[in-house]
């Protein structure tokens, strides 16, 4: 059996790996000069490979989808990411809130280690390959030596999604799935920023500065971690974990409103006490620093709550544990960590196979599904590649079942 895995992403590694252990023979086809950018990009802030939790909590972080990821993610889950990175000599470790990463902090050994065992395995890599489409049964490829055509017993497209397109992401493939009566979700950005309407001067002051711990509450969601104030808006961890919600109210609703607890370690009563103390004739800005609300802290309320400067010392501790900061879009998909839409979980049969196309399977982000950062994508890219190089190989050898 000869089993073509076109995109060399986590999710088409895994495929390869998992196929070739069942004794296919693999070629992998990327369109880039080497496999694997975005995961060598996802570890530059420390690679987030998964996340330690029960399950039903960590099924749940994948909202819509999760009953179609659920087989895939209880066949191969959490523990199961760490012991095949153990297995790679990448040893993870906890990091807070059950974050796990590679001792290492980087994907470069992880990865490394991981195409010495494809090697090993027998895998051939070929990059420089854009898969364009079919001729016939062919799968058909550019590279820089031309059209080339390549004939397998079974494929796993694990194509990526349309984010970050200067690390091999970008939409290249949609057009070519849809020709051939599969259905897809429209791309949307997902773990990304918003804008806000800054004024000139907070954008001028703040663009790049931090917002060290704060809660961000939406909705009846609450999410307690670090944001990036940016030219035009807001991004960073706290808000990727909110961005699937806000992204869905600014669609229905034009904007979404924000609400950002800037001191969400002392109450309000404390604060309004301490903002009540006799000024004198110090600033304002020198008696909030004096209050603990310094840089960012002190200067969002003042941004987005009017008139704050003139306010109560009751009114302003009130601005502080909830300033309301309007967001008005998503930041562009190219942008985004992730994004959702792609190829319908109705396109495919629980094998991951496309009812339009048997023998062809998907795996990784180019299908449904969206989650926040934090290992849940690269963990189901792993487990959904797993299960499309096992249905894969499965069906080389028994093409009916
Ligand atoms: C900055 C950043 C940080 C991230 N950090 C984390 C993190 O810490 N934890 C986490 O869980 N996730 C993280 N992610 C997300 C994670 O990297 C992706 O979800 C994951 O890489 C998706 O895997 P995939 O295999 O589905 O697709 P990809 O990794 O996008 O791979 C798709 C492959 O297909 C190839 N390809 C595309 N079109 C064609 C074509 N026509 N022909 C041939 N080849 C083609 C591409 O070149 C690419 O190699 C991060 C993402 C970014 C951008």
């Given at each position: 059996?000869?089993?073509?895995?076109?995109?060399?992403?986590?999710?088409?590694?895994?495929?390869?790996?998992?196929?070739?252990?069942?004794?296919?023979?693999?070629?992998?086809?990327?369109a880039?000069?080497?496999?694997?950018?975005?995961?060598?990009?996802?570890?530059?802030?420390?690679?987030?490979?998964?996340?330690?939790?029960?399950?039903?909590?960590?099924?749940?972080?994948?909202?819509?989808?999760?009953?179609?990821?659920?087989?895939?993610?209880?066949?191969?889950?959490?523990?199961?990411?760490?012991?095949?990175?153990?297995g790679?000599?990448?040893?993870?470790?906890?990091?807070?809130?059950?974050?796990v990463?590679?001792?290492?902090?980087?994907?470069?050994?992880?990865l490394?280690?991981?195409?010495?065992?494809?090697?090993?395995?027998?895998?051939?890599?070929k990059?420089?390959?854009?898969?364009?489409g079919?001729?016939?049964?062919a799968?058909?490829?550019?590279?820089?030596?031309?059209?080339?055509?390549?004939?397998?017993?079974?494929?796993?497209?694990?194509?990526?999604?349309?984010?970050?397109?200067?690390?091999?992401?970008?939409?290249t493939?949609?057009?070519?799935?849809?020709?051939?009566?599969v259905?897809?979700?429209p791309?949307?950005?997902?773990?990304?920023?918003?804008?806000?309407?800054?004024?000139?001067?907070?954008?001028?002051?703040?663009?790049?500065?931090?917002?060290?711990?704060?809660?961000?509450?939406?909705?009846?969601?609450?999410?307690?971690?670090?944001?990036?104030?940016?030219?035009?808006?807001?991004?960073?961890?706290?808000?990727y974990?909110?961005?699937a919600?806000?992204?869905?109210?600014v669609?229905?609703?034009?904007?979404?409103?924000?609400?950002?607890?800037?001191?969400?370690?002392?109450?309000?009563?404390?604060?309004?006490?301490?903002?009540?103390?006799?000024?004198?004739?110090?600033?304002?800005?020198?008696?909030?620093?004096?209050?603990?609300?310094?840089?960012?802290?002190?200067?969002?309320?003042?941004?987005?709550?009017?008139?704050?400067?003139?306010?109560?010392?009751?009114?302003?501790?009130?601005?502080?544990?909830a300033?309301?900061?309007?967001?008005?879009?998503?930041?562009?998909?190219d942008?985004?960590?992730?994004?959702?839409?792609?190829?319908?979980?109705?396109s495919?049969?629980?094998?991951?196979?496309?009812?339009?196309?048997?023998?062809?399977?998907c795996?990784?982000?180019?299908?449904?599904?969206?989650?926040?950062?934090?290992?849940?994508l690269?963990?189901?890219c792993?487990?959904?590649?797993?299960?499309?190089?096992?249905?894969?190989?499965?069906?080389?050898?028994?093409?009916?079942?």
């Amino acid at each position: 059996m000869n089993i073509a895995v076109v995109g060399g992403g986590p999710a088409g590694l895994m495929a390869a790996e998992t196929a070739a252990a069942a004794g296919a023979s693999v070629t992998v086809y990327d369109a880039m000069p080497t496999p694997g950018r975005k995961l060598l990009r996802a570890g530059v802030g420390g690679l987030n490979l998964t996340r330690v939790e029960p399950f039903p909590g960590f099924l749940a972080r994948y909202g819509a989808a999760q009953a179609r990821l659920e087989p895939h993610l209880a066949a191969f889950g959490p523990d199961d990411v760490r012991g095949w990175a153990d297995g790679l000599g990448e040893e993870t470790f906890v990091g807070t809130s059950g974050r796990v990463f590679p001792k290492a902090m980087k994907s470069a050994p992880l990865l490394r280690g991981w195409l010495s065992r494809l090697a090993e395995l027998g895998v051939d890599l070929k990059s420089r390959h854009r898969w364009t489409g079919w001729d016939g049964d062919a799968l058909t490829f550019d590279t820089p030596d031309g059209a080339v055509r390549a004939h397998a017993s079974a494929t796993v497209l694990a194509l990526g999604g349309p984010s970050w397109p200067r690390l091999g992401g970008g939409d290249t493939w949609s057009h070519l799935l849809a020709a051939r009566g599969v259905a897809l979700a429209p791309w949307q950005p997902a773990n990304c920023g918003f804008d806000v309407a800054w004024s000139a001067h907070f954008a001028e002051r703040f663009a790049g500065t931090p917002i060290p711990t704060a809660a961000f509450g939406f909705g009846d969601a609450s999410v307690r971690g670090g944001a990036v104030i940016t030219a035009t808006g807001i991004e960073g961890g706290a808000i990727y974990a909110l961005a699937a919600r806000l992204r869905d109210a600014v669609a229905t609703h034009g904007s979404a409103i924000l609400t950002l607890d800037l001191a969400p370690d002392r109450s309000e009563a404390d604060l309004a006490r301490a903002l009540a103390r006799p000024r004198g004739a110090k600033s304002l800005a020198t008696h909030l620093k004096r209050c603990g609300l310094e840089g960012v802290r002190a200067a969002l309320p003042r941004e987005t709550v009017p008139g704050f400067d003139a306010l109560s010392p009751a009114a302003q501790a009130r601005a502080v544990k909830a300033a309301p900061l309007a967001l008005l879009r998503p930041r562009p998909l190219d942008e985004a960590i992730s994004a959702a839409g792609g190829v319908t979980w109705d396109s495919v049969d629980e094998s991951l196979m496309l009812k339009a196309l048997p023998g062809v399977f998907c795996a990784g982000e180019m299908l449904d599904w969206e989650a926040p950062t934090g290992g849940y994508l690269l963990t189901a890219c792993l487990a959904l590649g797993r299960a499309a190089g096992a249905a894969a190989a499965r069906f080389s050898t028994s093409p009916i079942g």
